[in-house]
Every structure is written in C-alpha cells, then in structure tokens.
C-alpha cells in the first residue's frame, strides 16, 4: 500500500493507494466509507438492468481518498475500484477493464436533509393556511420540490463515474460511462477503422477529431466531428468536412457529410449522405446564383462531360443539384431558373427542369430539358409558353423549343417579341395565314471559337421559326445576326 497524507488550508487529506489492488468480497465492504449506507446506496446509481451483476462483482479496491476539515465538520471520500474486466452487454459490444470512480460527500448529505426538512415545515405550515381547493396544488408542487432535491441529493453527496475500453463493432476507444443513462461517451482513435467499416470507398488512412456516444442498453451510436482533410466523395472534391453518424450496430448505418465544394469563384454548401443497402453516396448542393459555365466545366471535371452549350449565355438562379455514385455509374441531376429581359417591357422566364448527366464507365449521357416563357413585366400570365429541349450532343450549340397557342394568335403577334424592334420581316405583306396553333423554334448560337471572326456566317447565331396553323398551314422564318 503507498501512503499519503497532506495538510492545506485546515484540511487533511489521507490517501492510500494500492498498486497491485486489495480485492474485496463484495461490494458491501464499501459501506464503512463515512457516510456511505452500504451496497445498496452505491447500486441505486446504476440502472436496474445492471443491479443484479453488482451482486456478482468482486471488486479491487485501487486508491482510497479521505478529506477532513479540522473542525471535523467537513468529511468527503472518494475510492477507485476494479468492478470487472468484462461487463456483460449485448453481442457485438465489449466493455472491458471497467472501472468505477466512487465520490462521497456525508456532509453534503447532511445539509440536503436539513434543507428538506425545513422545507416540508415550511410547506406544512403555509398548507394549513390555504383554501381547501388550493391544497392539491401545493401539495403536487412540494411533491416536485421534493422529487428534484432528491434528485440533487443523490448528484451531490454520491456520485458513480464508469470508464473502460469500449469495442463496438467498428468503434474502438477508451470511454467514460454516465449513469444511470448507460451512456458510454469517448473519442474516436486515428486507427479505429470507423471509416473502413462505414464507408470502404472513402480515401484510406481518412481520420479526424471524432466524438462519439454509445448507447449500452440500445446498442446505438451518435458520432459528430471534423475531418482533417479535404475528401473526394462521390467523385466530387469537397472541403471543411464534418461527420455525422449514426447506427444501431450493423443493421443500420447512417453516414452524413457535410461541407464546401467550390464551382468556378463560388462556395457551395454540400451535403453527402451515404445508403448501406445500396452502397452509394447521394451528395446535394445549392447555390442561390451562379453562371451556367461555371457549372459545366465543373460537370465536366467530376462527371466527364459538360452541360450543352447551347445554355451557357444562362446566369442560374436557385441552382440545387444531386450527383449519386454507385458501384455502377454515377448520375448528376440539376434543377434552376434564370431570367433575362427581352426587351425594356418584355421579359423571359427559363424553368430548367432537368440537367442530368448519366456516366457508365467512359460513356456520358446527357440531356436537358425544361420551359420557358415569354411575357411583359408587369404581366400576371405569359404572352406564350414554350417546352424547352437541348441537344444531347454537350458540344452543340442548339436547343429547339414548341409551344402550342390555346387562343389564336397572328404570325405577326406571335414573331413581335421573339424579334428585334426593327425587325419587320412580315411588313407590307396580308396576313395570309389564319390564327396560329403551334409555333417551333430552333436556336442555334455562335460558337466560342468563332466569336472572333464575326464576318463569317458560322460566327451569327440563327433562329429558325415554323408556324403552323390548325389546317396544317406552315409558315418557315430564318433570322440570322
């Protein structure tokens, strides 16, 4: 046994401590600390699922602390012991080397009795002045009064810490048990495996300053933290990544990430989310405003090709997006709207339904489609609504677009807004042509690399317009410039 006794400010502490442990019978031996009532005190901290292996426990006594003041008014004890080296707990989790840290406090024991007592004096003594229909109420809120200094009690004069090594399927760590709430709260160790268990396709040796808490009557877990360094996660190169996790063993997994990917000069939040029964990674984003090539030159570095350029004139607004990755292809699925002024009263309004883009191996696939509309400013309904479809080819610069007219429309209404103020192409001509039912169009821009030799005719972008009439009438109108 190693000895120890000091004096500061008036109180004496002994200490005794015992290196190879002093095995006691049972846990009734710890009932001579001052204060201390015995087994029973010491088993009312531990849940009642756990009381019947305290009864089984032969404990080793570790290192013994007594405090005194030197008026002896002042007493407190605090023991360490050995309770196992295994605690019986549901398959596939491990407590070993449990320990228990045991703190005494009679004094404070005493001082909460007084306490309560003068309490219920009080409490008796203003009851028999109250009305008979008041008496009920006084008598549940001192029963609460009483219930949560009974509660404050316990926590200040006895008070039970649990720490061992915890082992539960993929978690590995030393941790420190609450009671009675059974939970086992730690810190994830670099080497501890988490990330193979959950997530195999994550960048090997991935750690972090991982917390976690361990249910032991549940079997579930709750782990928060910070990655140390970027992770590339559904093929997407995201940054400042915090974890989430939760699982109930293996039957269930939930792995969320969550942080920031840059498009072009813009930060966009991400979140990731991964599927155990299908082994994929579903990550999300947002972004309030960012322009359409920025977003196809991202596509084009994550999935392996671009969005169609017939697009790229497009500032996006209220951009979301989805990229899944499976074991078999990886799929990026966007929604947004974008808006510009035709002229200074006419404005159109771009729903992008769909922007996906589908990779197998080194094929890509990709479509988008969605509508427009085109009306006056201050308008409550559009002029006229198109359904939107580009070409599949990233490369090619043309989309074509169909809107069917619900009221007749003339050629000449129909063409104003889609043409130049000083466009007049149908000027001095009779309106041949009844009321339209369909009109298509087919626009083609300029394609970047011809943008500097703008005297060739590849340079101009064209728009083609066919109008057709409910006797199947048509109407063909090339604009180029």
Partial sequence: MLFLASMRDGVLTASAGFPDGLALPALEHLGHLPGCTGAEALSERFPAEWRNCLVSVRPTLREVTVSCSSDGKQVSGELEIDLAPRWPLPEGVTLGAVRARIAVDPTARKEAKKAEETEETAEAEKTEETEEIGKAEENEEAEETEEAEESEEKKDWLSVTL??????????????????????????????????????????????????????????????????????????????????????????????????LTVGETEIKATAKRSQKAESWTLTAEAESIAFRDISAWAEQTMGSGLPASLTELTLQKLSFTVVSTAEERTFDAKATAEFPLTADLRTTVELAELKITTKGKTSEVSANGSFAIGHVDAESPLMKFELVADKDPKSTSWTATSTLETGMTLSQALAPLLPANAQPTAGLPDLLPPLKKLSLRYTAPKATDRTAPETAEAAASLVLTAETPQEARAVLVVTG
Avoid: W
């Fill in 163 to 260: 720490t061992g090594n915890l082992t539960a399927y993929s978690l590995s760590s030393a941790v420190t048990v609450v009671l009675p709430s059974m939970t086992a709260k730690g810190v994830l160790a670099h080497d501890s495996g988490f990330f193979e268990h959950m997530a195999s396709d994550l960048r090997k040796g991935t750690h972090g300053e991982l917390s976690f808490q361990y249910d032991l009557q549940k079997g579930t877990y709750d782990i928060t933290g910070k990655l140390s360094a970027a992770q590339k996660i559904a093929g997407v190169q995201v940054a400042n990544v915090t974890v989430k996790a939760v699982g109930d063993g293996d039957r269930k997994r939930e792995l969320t990430l969550e942080g920031r």
